[in-house]
């Protein structure tokens, strides 16, 4: 069974259209991240929430947000999507500390248009 | 926050021993080090984490000299299946297990 559950797998929006990408756990860990990945190039990190707290990477673009309604869920908001900003966005959890096993979803890959 | 340096590429043959080396001088104290497998338009898999000395499990083994500056990912009797991306991360312990990727390993195995 999916622990790590990403909707949709795939997603077309509009240039400057807002778009949200959501994410899901049946784990129950602590940690929830958001990766960005772009063709040929590792994952990159957009921020992670700790519990409720909320962990910005420093060159994260103020047009990605994130919320944490819940510990189930999490999800990535892209404001005013770009031709630049498409490409496979991941979700994972973790335990946090010292356990470094994550587990990632299956993406969603953005396309805009 | 400790940047993590592993060869770009690799070529392998089916059956043989792979060991893939990363290079991680600033590791801190607390800091463990993960590996993880990646298949294209998939998510990352974990395969192990360790700290120090030797870590085995069913898929693989990872050795940590003493100084922890590098580390080395030993995949026993390759198959063309482990044809892939190897990143080596360092997890930041405190910043709450924040995982970053360095750029990874391509794997190539051949018949």
């Known amino acids: 069974d999916a622990m790590v559950i990403q909707n949709p797998r795939y997603q077309v929006t509009q240039f400057g259209k807002p778009v949200t990408l959501s994410c899901s756990q049946t784990?129950?860990?602590?940690?929830m991240y958001w990766y960005q990945q772009k063709s040929s190039q590792a994952p990159k990190l957009l921020f992670h929430y700790y519990d409720k707290d909320f962990n910005n990477e420093a060159d994260t673009p103020d047009n990605f947000q994130s919320r944490r309604p819940n510990t189930s869920f999490c999800f990535l908001d892209i404001r005013s999507p770009g031709l630049g900003d498409a490409a496979m966005y991941l979700c994972?959890?973790?335990?946090?500390?010292?356990?470094?096993?994550?587990?990632f979803g299956q993406g969603t890959r953005l396309t805009v248009v | 926050l400790a940047k993590t340096t592993q060869p770009i590429s690799m070529d392998s043959y089916e059956g043989q021993e792979v060991n893939i080396t990363c290079s991680h001088n600033n590791i801190a104290t607390n800091d463990y080090i993960t590996w993880y497998q990646q298949f294209p338009s998939q998510g990352p898999r974990f395969i192990i984490q360790?700290?120090?000395t030797k870590v085995t499990n069913e898929v693989a083994s990872l050795f940590i000299p003493a100084d922890r500056k590098s580390s080395t990912l030993s995949l026993p009797r390759v198959s063309l299946s482990d044809t892939a991306v190897y990143y080596c991360?360092?997890?930041?312990?405190?910043?709450?297990?924040?995982?970053?990727f360095g750029q990874g390993t391509e794997l190539s195995v051949k018949p």
């Open positions: 991360l360092v997890a930041v312990s405190n910043q709450g297990g924040k995982l970053i």
């Open positions: 994972a959890t973790s335990k946090g500390g010292m356990d470094t096993e994550a587990f």
């Open positions: 360790g700290y120090k």
């Open positions: 784990l129950n860990h602590n940690v």
